[in-house]
């Protein structure tokens, strides 16, 4: 399997180039319910995390969500 090199939070970290944006997030150990994601400064709905690859040089950002009034 063929790997890429990307970045979290501005961390390197290089996965297996077919792996999903949800599975990467799974993978950081956080709840996919809890979180919102930013890759290459574009928000990426839910609904796509699962169909969308990473590619090699992607810049993701997890971001906390927090529910106020």
């Given amino acids: 399997m063929e790997s890429v090199n990307i970045f979290i939070n ?3 970290l290089t996965i297996l ?3 999903s ?3 990467l ?3 950081q150990g956080v709840k996919l ?3 919102a994601l930013v890759c290459n400064s574009v928000l990426v ?3 796509a995390w699962q169909e969308r ?3 090699e040089g992607d810049k993701i ?4 969500v927090v529910a106020g009034g």
């Fill in 10 to 12: 501005d961390e390197p």
């Fill in 53 to 55: 690859c990473c590619k």
């Fill in 25 to 27: 997030v799974d993978g």
């Fill in 61 to 64: 950002e997890i971001f906390s």
């Fill in 17 to 19: 180039s077919c792996q």
């Fill in 21 to 23: 944006l949800e599975a």
């Fill in 33 to 35: 319910t809890s979180v």
């Fill in 45 to 47: 709905p839910r609904t």
